[in-house]
């Protein structure tokens, strides 16, 4: 039977409360580090060498994945992620806080570079299913069954059966383990359409599985 008491509903609230404070301290933390990040870059644009550097270890693995999942290489990922902090050290000057995530323009020089690496700015899957990062385990669910489902060679020939957009957010969440916001930030879009994105790749994703691996 269900629990009508007083104590149930207690409980109940007090579940909720604690949701709610949690939620609000992560909300905090996020405007905390926003904050910082905020301070770093001004003082590396009055020449603070240590601020920089600080920018450098809080991002170079976002444009090193976003890099590699490009291009493939190790070495030319490499080559391009240190570009993009070198053009970004010489041209810190002209970025103004707005709003703008300053990883949103380190990304913008990086894609940048990859454009003209290639000279062409047209959208290319190239994965290398021997160096793909290890999925964040944490990104538990329904979607995650359906990736799980599928071997890696399956999961490729799939992934590159959707569309262009869809195979970029399938890539950087699942493949190379990046967060909703940091995929996010690469793909010029909000969290929220991210997540649709998502949720909607997957199921076609789902739809094209083996009927022996539907079992």
């Not at 600080?54 to 444009?63: A, G, Q, R, W």
């Not at 030319?76 to 709003?99: K, N, P, Y």
């Not at 793909?132 to 385990?137: S, Y």
């Not at 944490?138 to 959707?162: C, F, I, K, W, Y």
Request: with cysteine; hydrophobic share 40%; aromatic share 8%.
């Amino acid at each position: 039977m269900p629990d009508r008491t007083g104590a149930g509903r207690d409980t109940a609230r007090r579940d909720v409360a604690g949701r709610d404070v949690a939620g609000r301290d992560a909300a905090e933390q996020d405007a905390g580090r926003a904050e910082i990040l905020k301070a770093l870059v001004l003082r590396a644009r009055d020449g603070d060498a240590e601020a920089f550097g600080s920018l450098y270890d809080h991002y170079v693995e976002l444009v090193y994945r976003y890099v590699y999942y490009r291009v493939g290489s190790h070495s030319l990922t490499e080559d391009l992620t240190s570009e993009t902090f070198l053009r970004a050290l010489r041209r810190i000057c002209d970025f103004h806080w707005q709003g703008k995530d300053f990883g949103a323009w380190l990304v913008t020089i990086a894609r940048n570079l990859v454009a003209d690496h290639f000279k062409s700015g047209r959208y290319r899957l190239e994965v290398c299913t021997a160096e793909l990062v290890e999925p964040d385990r944490h990104q538990e669910g329904p979607e995650r069954a359906v990736l799980d489902s599928m071997t890696n060679r399956t999961l490729l020939q799939a992934v590159r059966r959707l569309g262009s957009e869809q195979q970029e957010c399938i890539v950087l969440r699942f493949l190379h383990g990046l967060s909703v916001a940091e995929t996010a930030l690469i793909m010029g879009k909000k969290t929220g359409a991210i997540k649709a994105l998502q949720y909607r790749a997957v199921r076609s994703l789902g739809r094209m599985l083996p009927d022996d691996l539907r079992r």
